[in-house]
């Protein structure tokens, strides 16, 4: 969605946005790339069954506001992401719920009320909107049968009882990609989807300290824990569990990643012409 929004940004604005979202591609390959990352992963999805991959990009704009063609026609190729003319002006609310729902119905029910109460007023005049919804099967299995409940320890060391998976009986070893860093300090395991596309890599602290490791845990440190994952014969378990957040608002953390123009003194004349636009927020 930030890059859809980058498409439209002009000037400082726009050199502002590239370098605090640490895009390594310039424009229009860095859009290019996008959509071949897009096209890639549905072409892998639907050649796999037992698995789900919905990649989905939309705008919802002001009816009567003269966005240009050829920012619309740009996200059109690029992200296949079309216009629903929406009228912010006299019905923000409903039209807030509107795309609240759309999101909800593009994710299976999953994500639901991704725009607050009064995130939408009368001045706004565009929302870009990316949903992405994942379902698959292991590659390796666990098997229901070796599901034991077991004491799980939290990170801030209180306890509860968690259903426990195992792909073999417990006690016994199976083989996964798993890496260990350098410093010895962290741990990770790959766990693939079916079809070996897709995989979840569950990275962790060796001393279970998740403060330090969170603090310290960087993008070079995860890419070496990826380069070094090597099939390994270990006992594997994973409790089973369920993820979940109110809305999160990304309006500090962008700015505090150098991201200031496009929230105050921003220049979206690709969107629309003129020097009217900025992002009130990201959600």
Not at 4 to 20: N, P, R
Not at 70 to 83: D, E, H, K, P, R
Not at 136 to 154: I, S, V
Request: cysteine-free; glycine content about 6%; proline content about 5%.
């Amino acid at each position: 969605a930030l890059a859809m929004t980058l498409s439209g940004a002009e000037g400082e604005t726009e050199t502002e946005m590239h370098k605090a979202l640490r895009f390594a591609l310039a424009e229009p390959g860095l859009h290019k790339a996008f959509s071949q990352l897009d096209m890639e992963m549905e072409n892998a999805a639907k050649q796999q069954e037992n698995l789900t991959l919905s990649v989905v990009n939309s705008l919802w704009g002001q009816y009567d506001w003269n966005f240009r063609l050829s920012f619309i026609n740009f996200l059109a190729t690029q992200y296949g992401a079309g216009m629903n003319l929406v009228d912010f002006y006299n019905q923000p609310d409903p039209s807030r719920l509107l795309i609240n729902n759309w999101v909800e119905e593009k994710t299976q029910n999953r994500i639901k009320d991704i725009l607050p109460p009064e995130s939408i007023d009368p001045l706004t005049v565009l929302v870009l909107t990316n949903a992405i919804y994942f379902l698959a099967d292991w590659q390796k299995q666990f098997n229901p049968e070796y599901t034991e409940d077991e004491t799980f320890t939290r990170a801030d060391g209180s306890t509860a009882i968690s259903p426990q998976m195992y792909m073999v009986e417990k006690g016994t070893s199976v083989t996964l990609p798993y890496a260990i860093n350098e410093t010895k300090t962290i741990k990770a395991i790959e766990l693939t989807y079916i079809g070996n596309r897709f995989s979840m890599v569950a990275v962790m602290p060796v001393d279970n300290n998740f403060a330090t490791f969170e603090k310290n845990f960087s993008a070079k440190e995860f890419n070496g824990i990826i380069a070094g994952l090597n099939p390994t014969k270990l006992p594997v378990s994973l409790p089973r569990f369920t993820f979940g957040s109110s809305t999160v608002s990304l309006k500090k953390p962008l700015q505090n990643m150098g991201m200031h123009l496009a929230f105050d003194g921003a220049d979206f004349s690709g969107i629309d012409g003129t020097r009217r636009l900025f992002i009130a927020d990201a959600f």
